[in-house]
């Protein structure tokens, strides 16, 4: 019986690499997120929300994360018609920036949400 608890877990454990149809497609980076893109970016977020409810920060793809985070972030800004220049629109749109940043830099490889 350990065995098959032990595969069990193994597998509920495991998470499935991103479909190719996930990735973004080369040069579409500026424009709106779909409903399902943010969809994503929000299980993403929520994901690591759990993680580190669970003390299990290390195990997060940091990098993934923060491209999440910023994709719901110009989400925000942009259904809101948040202006970019003044009140929370510049907060919004400095986050952004370096959510953007850190996932450029942490990354390693392609952008995969």
Known sequence: MNFLSDQVKKFS????EEPEHNKPVEGTENRPASSSEL???AKVVAE?????ARNESDKLDKAKVAGASADILDAAQKYGKLDEKSGAGQYLDKAEKYLNDFESSHSSGAHNL
Not at 13 to 16: E, L
Not at 48 to 52: F, L, N
């Open 48 to 52: 690591a929300a759990q993680a580190a």
């Open 13 to 16: 454990d495991s998470k499935p």
């Open 39 to 41: 969809m994503a970016s």
